[in-house]
Nanobody, 115 residues
Framework: QVHVVESGGGLAQAGGSLRLSCAAS????????AAWYRQAPGKQRELVAR???????TYGDSVKGRFTISRNNAQDTVYLQMNSLAREDTAVYYC?????????WGQGTQVTVSS
């Protein structure tokens, strides 16, 4: 059974940093495409960052230059380093991992940024 679990969320002050982790178990991670999405109250889920098997990285426009996605294939983990946080970054952050013909999602981790 596949499990994707996010961690590292919490409360941060504007201008601060947080590091999210996404661990995948039950699959051979093997550098599969993984992505972070977020959803704020009343808004649609949006792409934050994506890293493909080949290492190609895509960032959402609102986080470019502030967030960094990376992965450790040996530990089946994907990270999201979030710097210069703003109130607008407040959302539930979800990790998605591609495997086989589908995607597996975690339950999300709440990030709240206070001014």
């Amino acid at each position: 059974q596949v499990h994707v679990v996010e961690s590292g969320g919490g409360l941060a002050q504007a201008g601060g940093s947080l590091r999210l982790s996404c661990a995948a178990s039950g699959i051979i991670f093997n550098g599969n495409t993984a992505a972070w999405y977020r959803q704020a109250p009343g808004k649609q889920r949006e792409l934050v960052a994506r890293i493909t098997r080949s290492g190609s990285i895509t960032y959402g426009d609102s986080v470019k230059g502030r967030f960094t996605i990376s992965r450790n294939n040996a530990q089946d983990t994907v990270y999201l380093q979030m710097n210069s946080l703003a109130r607008e970054d407040t959302a539930v952050y979800y990790c998605s991992v591609a495997y086989g013909s589908g995607f597996y999602w975690g339950q999300g981790t709440q990030v709240t940024v206070s001014s």
